[in-house]
């Protein structure tokens, strides 16, 4: 399966920005959906995850109210609706995946529960 994230930019705070995750290739062996992010200086961490096949969704607290994780089965796209957002938002995000099987609840947010990523996209947040 192959990722590839888009949608970044240059965004003042308090605007907004759509990402999008095109998956392609064996799009039926990825049940679930994750957004990562990657500040300089910093470790990469969970922002939102996605069940493809399912309703649920999961959000970093940090986020939580502001973005908004879907996904379109039709367009094998994941979306990260992103609204007020932050300097802090500012960041290098990804789109991962995990091949054959679903995630466990408990490790939805961790990037060890991920083996397919995409080339990430800047987001940049003027103050």
């Known amino acids: 399966v192959q990722l590839q994230a888009s949608g970044g930019g240059l965004v003042q705070a308090g605007g907004s920005l759509r990402l999008s995750c095109l998956i392609s290739?064996?799009?039926?062996?990825?049940?679930?959906m994750g957004w990562f992010r990657q500040a300089p200086g910093k470790e990469r961490e969970f922002v939102a995850a996605?069940?493809?096949?399912?309703?649920?969704?999961y959000y970093a607290d940090s986020v939580k109210g502001r973005f908004t994780i879907s996904r379109d089965k039709a367009k094998n796209t994941v979306y990260l609706q992103m609204n007020s957002l932050k300097p802090e938002d500012t960041a290098v995000y990804y789109c991962?995946?995990?091949?054959?099987?679903?995630?466990?609840?408990?490790?939805?947010?961790?990037?060890?529960?991920?083996?397919?990523w995409g080339q990430g996209t800047q987001v940049t947040v003027s103050s």
């Open positions: 290739g064996r799009t039926w062996n990825s049940p679930d």
């Open positions: 991962a995946t995990r091949q054959g099987s679903r995630i466990i609840s408990s490790m939805i947010a961790s990037q060890r529960a991920y083996d397919s």
């Open positions: 996605i069940r493809w096949n399912g309703d649920n969704s």
